[in-house]
């Protein structure tokens, strides 16, 4: 494996985003190939005895086994990095490998975790139920209000642990201003970006310490395969986070990392039309619904917050029928291009009932106290003629008297 000859590392990591998400990290094998190549293999044979015991050293630079090492895989880590502006990048299996190994890799009995209450579903079981198990204590806050992240802190508190925009309520978190109240804590700071993705917004350049992803959304984004991601400084990726992972395997499949490859080099088309569609897609509903959440909207509470950190609001929206689960379901039926689907990111416009399906095993307390009612739904703005998903709209609002 080897790069373009003559290619500089000082002016290939210089280049843009947009430029590392179709060539960052590419490598390629003696063949030239012009698309990266997909080593589906589990091991690797050395030419002699001394050459394994080399290897295994460290002496030796090359792969072993692929729970550890794989080239496609290790393309894609690249490619994530430079993207994100990150020293190093580790990717997994799905978005909740990710955030698990981000969250246990560094934290042991008797710490103490500060969580925004508005995280995804598994998120929360992760700081409800997983980590207290493990004698890791967790407060859960209010995350849009500052004041709540610095009265949370305990002497034992080694990690804040936050995303934003959050689902499905959208709320935004200040990333400058809790990152850098962590960093004056020595507090790590581990923020989920899976709605933004690096395109949108780099935590890092707010100072997040470790940014974590779901790559099953806006990544792939186009519904195939689960994937996830964890970047940051190279002493956190290669010190902490890879002995756990190494060892408890949470590895991604190569195939799914080449596929993922394939999606990070329209990521960025992706999400800025999507935003474009989803942006006007939330003006026709906010005229429609009692209430729509979309950062992109100026109705939005935070929306020159959302606005000041991400380049643009991303393809996910919610809203409010005002009229329970009954309406909520009856609109979901009467759909005839957008799918009934809890899948988000995709390039597919999908819907679904948050309380009844992502959020169901939320205690119905902790669902209201973030704002999921029965009456709230959720959209994923996909790639489609954003017409043809408004008439969509349009037509099931109607049929239930919207
Ligand atoms: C989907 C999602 C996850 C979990 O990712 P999987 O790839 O489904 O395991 C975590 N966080 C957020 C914000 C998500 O949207």
């Known amino acids: 494996m080897k790069r373009k000859t003559g290619q500089d590392r000082d002016i290939t990591r210089k280049w843009r985003p947009a430029t590392q998400a179709i060539r960052g990290g590419s490598a390629r094998s003696e063949y030239g190939e012009t698309s990266e190549a997909l080593f589906l293999t589990s091991g690797y044979a050395y030419d002699c005895a001394e050459d394994a015991a080399a290897r295994f050293s460290g002496d030796q630079q090359g792969m072993t086994y ?82 709540n992240w610095e009265a949370a802190i305990r002497p034992e508190t080694k990690v804040f642990f936050f995303e934003t925009p959050a689902n499905p309520t959208m709320d935004i978190i200040d990333l400058k201003t809790v990152c850098g109240l962590a960093k004056s804590r020595a507090i790590v700071s581990v923020v989920d970006n899976a709605f933004a993705t690096n395109v949108l917004q780099r935590p890092m350049e707010f100072g997040a310490d470790v940014v974590a992803y779901s790559a099953t959304k806006m990544m792939d984004g186009q519904g195939r395969v689960l994937a996830g991601a964890v970047c940051g400084n190279e002493e956190f990726i290669n010190e902490v986070l890879l002995p756990f992972t190494r060892n408890t395997g949470p590895t991604l499949s190569a195939f799914n990392a080449w596929v993922v490859l394939k999606g990070l080099e329209t990521l960025d088309l992706r999400i800025h039309r999507q935003s474009a569609n989803a942006l006007k897609i939330a003006e026709f509903l906010e005229s429609r619904v009692a209430r729509v959440n979309y950062p992109g909207l100026a109705s939005h509470p935070q929306h020159a917050l959302a606005m000041s950190q991400m380049d643009a609001a991303g393809p996910i929206m919610s809203l409010y029928l005002d009229g329970g689960r009954e309406r909520a379901h009856g609109l979901l039926n009467a759909l005839q291009l957008i799918d009934i689907s809890n899948n988000i990111g995709d390039s597919r416009s ?41 008439e969509d709209l349009h037509q099931a609002l109607s049929s239930v008297g919207l």
């Open 350 to 390: 999908l819907m679904t009932h948050p309380s009844s399906t992502t959020h169901y095993g939320l205690e119905e307390e902790a669902r209201l106290e973030v704002g999921i009612t029965e009456d709230m739904l959720r959209l994923n703005v996909g790639l489609e003629d954003s017409k043809d998903v408004m």
């Open 66 to 147: 692929s729970r550890l090492q794989n080239p496609t895989v290790e393309m894609l880590e690249q490619r994530i990095a430079l993207m994100e502006g990150a020293e190093a990048c580790r990717s997994m299996a799905t978005g909740m490998a990710a955030m698990t190994a981000a969250l246990l890799c560094q934290l042991e009995i008797g710490d103490h975790v500060v969580a925004s209450r508005a995280l995804f579903g598994s998120c929360r079981w992760l700081t409800d139920t997983l980590l207290p198990k493990f004698g890791i204590k967790t407060t859960i806050i209010d995350g849009r209000e500052f004041a």
